[in-house]
């Protein structure tokens, strides 16, 4: 099966790499590599957009352009930035939760990723381009569980989470962005307006 979307900057065992529809590019395949033609998911190295980005002493040379690469793979080809909610990506590059659309369409949704099966809470901001906002799919119900787990470790009762399980995507979101790059319109214009970000609906 020829893959339909491209997964950019992924672990090694990242779940994308198990499905047919996808090619995955983890490090040993330099994402910049990346010819176009389908649309893509982009999880460009975030630490350096990061509020503790001053202590990021370990980041490669030329690390934090790559987000600013990845945005204009989005816009060309349709896709979606998977991003922190902290980053500062948003706002100083990419429109923040319920602003208006950038002149390209884009906008951007925030979800916490233990509704889609994380270990932990997750919140994550999603620049999405190329896919109306009223086409997007319906978000899953908010998880009310409680969870032992924690990604730096400082919520009361919970553990840090491990390297793996700080970085993975669960299998929920990934299923999310197929449907969602699914309904990618390329070469159209795309007209949502401010009135319809953001919201939620329960997946079916």
Known sequence: MEPRFAALFVRDDSAYKKRDVWDAFDSTRDARTFKGGYPCVCHPPC?????LAHMAHNARPGEKRLAIW???QVRRNGGIIEHPASSKLFKKHLPDVG???DE???FTIEVDQFDFGHVAHKKTKLYICGVDFKDLPCLPSKRLDHTDRSICGNVAGTKRCTQYQREYT???LIDWFEV?????????KHETSKSEL????NRK
């Open 70 to 72: 990845s945005i204009i």
């Open 99 to 101: 602003h208006m659309p």
């Open 170 to 172: 669960p299998e929920a």
């Open 104 to 106: 390209f369409g884009g």
């Open 198 to 201: 953001p919201t939620k609906c």
């Open 180 to 188: 969602a790059l699914s309904k990618i319109n390329k070469g159209e």
């Open 47 to 51: 630490r350096k957009w990061g509020i």
